[in-house]
Each structure stands twice: as C-alpha cells, then as structure tokens.
C-alpha cells in the first residue's frame, strides 16, 4: 500500500509530483539576458567658483541644476528683457533650470542676474555641458603615439542647441 503525499489536504490541495496530470512538453524559449534599467540622470551638483552673496552677507557656492526642457528655452524668448537684449537670456534661462543654491528658498534670474561674472561664465558652460550629453566631446588620436583621447570642442551660445 503506498501512502499519498496528499494526505490530510483539503481540496485545490496540488497533488504530489507522481499524482498530478501529464504535461506537455516543455518548449525551450530563447530569452536574452535581461539588461538593466536605465535610469536618466536630469539633476546634477555644482559648485561656483566664487559664490553668489545674498542681502545678508551669506555666500552660496553648492547648488544643483536640472536638464532644461524645450518650454525653458522657448519661455524666455517672449521675456521682454530678452526682447529687448537678447545676452539676458541666458540669465533667465538659467534662473529657470537652478533648483537649488545654497540656503536660498528661491533662485530666479534676479539672483542669477546678481552673480559674479566668473560665475556666471560657469553656470554657462556647465548649462551646456550637461544639456549637450556629449555632444561637445570628440574622440581624437594623438598625432605623435596615436593614442586615443576626448577633446572639448565648446559650444553655441546658451538657449541655442
């Protein structure tokens, strides 16, 4: 007499291995190792050289800027500061993409506006640097050992891709 694995199951209870039904043959299923999920980085950590001084004295140099979007480079073109001098578009533009400076609850393009012109050349090219996502960099090869390398080839000026 043999003794049934399912002994005491209720019912719906799987039946042991050499009790359940016949199945059909397995298919083998070619599946292609499944790649990580990549993840866009839209946020990235700055520090200015020198730093933006508020009303108080209090200087702010640690910040964060995030990827702009077409909307921020097309809102500042109605901006009649821009209309009227189109060099104060990069101030606006940038005022709309630094989501934090600092200790400051807000940055607008007046805080921008009041930087130092050093960091203001920074913010610039960082602006550039992270919105091109390599586009400003080529592979090169040395012309002396022809060993490979990447120069900066720089870029237009900000708010024109």
Do not use: K
């Not at 990549?38 to 800027?65: A, K």
């Amino acid at each position: 007499m043999r003794r049934s694995a399912v002994r005491g199951a209720g019912v719906g209870a799987p039946l042991a291995p050499e009790e359940s039904a016949p199945q059909a043959p397995r298919q083998q299923v070619d599946r292609q190792p499944e790649s990580p999920v990549e993840v866009l980085r839209t946020e990235f950590p700055f520090q200015l050289p020198r730093g933006y001084v508020d009303e108080q004295g209090t200087v702010h140099r640690d910040g964060v800027m995030r990827l702009s979007t077409a909307r921020d480079e097309l809102i500042p073109l109605r901006d009649v500061r821009v209309q009227e001098n189109p060099a104060f578009l990069s101030v606006v533009l940038l005022g709309r993409v630094i989501t934090r400076l600092g200790t400051l609850a807000f940055v607008h393009d007046g805080v921008v506006e009041n930087m130092f012109a050093s960091d203001l050349a920074f913010l610039q090219d960082f602006y550039r640097q992270i919105n091109a996502e390599g586009h400003t960099r080529a592979a090169v090869n040395c012309p002396h050992c022809s060993e490979p390398f990447e120069v900066e080839l720089g870029g237009s000026r900000l708010g024109e891709s």
